[in-house]
């Protein structure tokens, strides 16, 4: 066993039996690097990365190439998931120095962490025009033993580069109607007519996109928005990306069609998926678009849940196959013999026909991804879900892949507003039940006696490292819409605690907004990315959860922080749409207000339902009955009832409508 084996990440507790001796990232490792006069070798990954399994396979757990390392370098392992600031920060020079990026990342530092050498895999002998690992490892210790002065003018030149570095905030103001034109105009240019989705392969689901999409048509009509949502949705969810028996979407589609997916499940994104499917579905009634809403919840609830009531982070792409290999969606795919096998010939032909499987294979091996080609015409809905269940039984007796156990606060965040909502939409008690022991948890754990968010937990008990920018950001969000739900004031006020944390220690000048808090490790440059990619970025998170802050309470502070943090939307929402999803989702509800829909009646009553179903992009959900309502949601103070009828009071920019007893009156005025 080697320095990482009392850690709480799951990643790192992979690499413990390693021969490699490798350190978790911190002081005493570089401490050690000075003291040998060596350089630090960065090893960046995460549980569920493919390629960081190969590597490690083929070069961490080999006595010689451990043997080298250890004599010439001070190993250090980081999961990019406990510590996304180190990850961002190196990536950016990888990035600067390669002109691409990807895990594993390795990074070969200076003892004062200073970066001068860089590359993502590299495989255990020559290949492709790539040098082998053993051949970077004598490469660099040629370097460091002989040029040690090249080396330190490179390190200097690179973290000279980095430091220089200044973000572009678009100038003064929020985006506009102009801003927001161009961005979809920007999106429709790079639409997939044919198969849904934006630009070529690999593809990746645009959850974020799809609600800018879903919020505009909703603030303007445009149908053209609401057309490339749904096609993008519809199109995802018959594709292999999307698991037709057990429900989830995997991580990216390999193709452009959204036929063989890479594998491996992350929390995050079948959050975000989740919320965009129920939303689609509050927006067009779309029957598929309410299954896999609900399909996804209930993958989370079954497949990631934790013993503690959160949410685990990962499901691995790799599991072993009939051999006994270790390969990758060995889990997921299936064969016309393996289908003869469980259903016998009768419905194993109907399957092979109505879930896309051929005898020479859509992946590897003769093997087929299950989607829904749409070519077999109607078909007997009692069949396929006979079928269907039978497949299910039979692929859960497979050797299942691992899961990555931790609990990153951010995503369980994006997990809780996604399984509020959807419990709300559809009458499922049981999934707002899972989301509120969720935000209990982070409550009770990761907020816990230090008042501060840490970043993730494992069995109960929080990790080392401080939360970032995207971990209070996404986490009000989820506390914000399950107050929305519930009625219960107490996720406002936690959401308002840690938003202030977001002001105090996260805010620049002119709005900017950083990763990290000002009192954060001191990196070699301080992270600050304001796009949106797997998920929301932590600057575009905590804008939405301020403005919806600040529509809930009346408070000035966060609102000017929202509209100062959107300035950065109006400079890249234009440029880069597909990177900007969620800022440009925010920037709709600014907007439309966003409204504040203020219900003095029952929780869970009629028109509670019907102001939570309405389609204003943004709009804010307080409910409650009784003399105490006002003291748990601001919005509800002097709302009194109207001829002692449950009532409801819709205001905008500070201007509100009549109050209204009737639900189709409210429906009418949120977009119903």
Known sequence: MNRLAGV????????????????????????????????????VGYSACHWCHVMAHESFE????????NAHFVPVKVDREERPDVDAVYMEAVQAATG???????????????????????????????????????????????????????????????AGRSLVHGGDGVPGESEVAQALLGLTREYDEQHGGFGGAPKFPPAMAVEFLLR???????????????????AMARGGIYDQLGGGFARYSVDREWIVPHFEKMLYDNA????????????????????????????MVRELRTAEGGFASALDADSEDAEGRHVEGAFYVWTPEQLREVLGEDDAAFAAAYFGVTEEGTFEEGASVLRLPG????????????VRARLLAARDERPHPGRDDKVVAAWNGL??????????????????????????????????????????SKDGRAGDNAGVLEDYGDVAEGFLALAAVTGEGAWLEFAGFLLDIVLEQFTGEGGQLYDTAHDAEQLIRRPQDPTDSATP??????????????????????????EGALGVVKALGPRVPRFVGWGLAVAEALLDGPREVAVAGPVGGELHRTALLGRSPGAVVAAGEGPGAGAEFPLLVDRPLVGGEPTAYVCRHFVCDAPTTDAGELAAKLGG
């Open 537 to 562: 970025s932590g600057w575009t998170a905590a804008a939405g959860a301020l403005l919806s802050y600040a529509a809930y309470t009346g408070s000035e502070a966060h609102r000017t922080a929202a």
């Open 375 to 386: 070519d077999t015409g109607p078909v007997d809905a009692a069949r396929v879900a006979g």
């Open 272 to 299: 975000l998926l989740c919320r965009v499917y129920a939303h689609l579905w509050r927006a067009t009634g779309s029957d598929e678009a309410r299954r896999i809403a609900l399909e996804t919840a209930d993958f």
């Open 415 to 456: 997990a809780i507003a996604a399984l509020a909502e959807t419990g709300a939409y559809f009458d499922r008690p049981d999934l707002v039940e899972r989301a509120t022991e969720a935000a209990d948890l982070l409550v009770r754990v990761h907020l816990g006696e230090v008042a501060r968010l840490t970043r993730t």
């Open 8 to 43: 709480t990440s799951p990643y790192l507790l992979q690499h413990a039996d390693n021969p490699v001796d490798w350190w978790p990232w911190g002081p005493e490792a570089f401490e050690e690097a000075k003291r040998r006069d060596v350089p630090v070798l960065l090893s």
């Open 100 to 162: 691409h990026g990807g895990w594993p990342m390795t990074v070969f530092l200076t003892p004062d962490a200073e970066p001068f050498y860089f590359g993502t895999y590299f495989p255990p002998e020559p290949r492709h025009g790539s040098p082998s690992f053993q051949q970077v490892l004598e490469g660099v210790t040629t370097a460091w033993t002989d040029r040690r002065e090249e080396v330190a003018e490179v390190a200097g030149r690179i973290v000279a580069d980095l």
């Open 62 to 69: 080999d006595d010689d190439t451990a043997a080298y390392l």
């Open 216 to 234: 505009h048509y909703a603030r303007t009509g445009a149908e053209g928005a609401l057309q490339m949502a749904t096609d993008t949705c519809a």
